[in-house]
């Protein structure tokens, strides 16, 4: 026979409750799968993802204009441009093994992303320079390296892109693309089971009018899970009864990582919650009761190495009590 308790003997403070359940979770790993690099948002990285190339591949152009030798046009202004001679073009998709070469007095049109030819060291912008034929005049200095991008200045071959544990987002896969990578592995999403129990509860969508209220705290608590990538298994709300509660996880426990339960989690005549994961072989109490308001009745046990949690019944409650545990 099921006795009403009194009350929670002792409360848990919300770090007294954090430190046990990461003591009970240490050994729990998620496995790791490959996915196409497209596919890869929002999954969290699975290793350290190391720069397989330098980026730049080369010394390339970041203007369109000419590549010199700054030597040559130190004391270029408007009123002294300097003459050089253009020996040729270098532009995004050339082969590096037929660039130009410029020579003293010597000059190459560059484009925006070209490699550098042998010999310049500068490149100067278009708007500086006027041009007739195979002779131009630049009207202004120009420094060492100006307007190049070094070879390996975004990322050197071997340079961390992606430390293990990062929620993959767009620009890492912008970032990523760059590198010539078209898969990486991440961690498996986590597959979690949620049911509501309530003898007071109906689903949405239902057409009974006796006075039952929407379950509205198991849909939430699903856009939760789905929100941070979880696989969810809806068990719908469950009877009021111990044994059913019992059976239904320890019958699903082994094909997910989590259990999520809500309602039925105080202490008091119909709540079936806590006597089920009590009857579950193994089960081992992490907290129960935190001094927290509202959300005071979520607790956690620990089964075979997954957590099952207990949140309350009512949304505001659930809703603080799995952004603060789950």
């Not at 790791?32 to 591949?57: F, K, Q, T, Y």
Request: charged share 25%; proline share 6%; net charge neutral.
């Amino acid at each position: 026979m099921r006795v009403k308790m009194s009350g929670f003997r002792s409360l848990s403070t919300v770090d007294e409750a954090l430190k046990r359940l990461l003591e009970a979770i240490k050994d729990h790993k998620l496995s790791v799968e490959e996915v196409s690099l497209e596919n890869s948002v929002d999954r969290i990285c699975g290793e350290d993802l190391l720069a397989p190339v330098d980026i730049p591949p080369f010394n390339r152009s970041a203007v369109d204009g000419y590549a010199v030798r700054y030597i040559d046009v130190l004391s270029a202004s408007p009123s002294n441009p300097i003459e050089l001679k253009i020996v040729g073009v270098s532009e995004a998709d050339y082969d590096l093994g037929t660039l130009p070469k410029v020579n003293p007095g010597e000059a190459v049109e560059i484009y925006t992303g070209a490699p550098i030819p042998f010999g310049a060291d500068s490149v100067i912008m278009a708007e500086f320079c006027k041009r007739d034929g195979d002779k131009l005049w630049v009207s202004k200095p120009v420094a060492y390296m100006q307007n190049i991008s070094v070879k390996g200045e975004d990322f050197k071959t071997g340079d961390l892109v992606v430390a293990k544990g990062v929620k993959l987002k767009p620009w890492h896969v912008g970032a990523l693309a760059s590198l010539g990578i078209v898969s990486v592995t991440v961690y498996r999403k986590p597959v979690v089971l949620i049911a509501s129990t309530g003898l007071e509860l109906k689903q949405l969508g239902s057409e009974d009018h006796s006075g039952k209220i929407y379950d509205s705290t198991r849909p939430m608590l699903k856009a939760l899970l789905k929100n941070i990538n979880c696989t969810v298994l809806d068990f719908g709300i469950l009877p009021d009864e111990p044994t059913y509660t019992m059976k239904t996880i320890s019958k699903h426990l082994e094909s997910v990582d989590l259990v999520i339960i809500t309602g039925g989690t105080s202490l008091g005549l119909r709540d079936a919650t806590p006597e089920a994961l009590n009857m579950l072989e193994g089960s081992k109490l992490i907290f129960h009761g935190v001094r927290m308001r509202p959300g005071k009745p979520t607790g956690a046990y620990l089964v075979k190495d997954r957590i099952i949690f207990m949140l309350s019944g009512f949304p505001v409650a659930a809703f603080i009590g799995f952004k603060v545990f789950v």
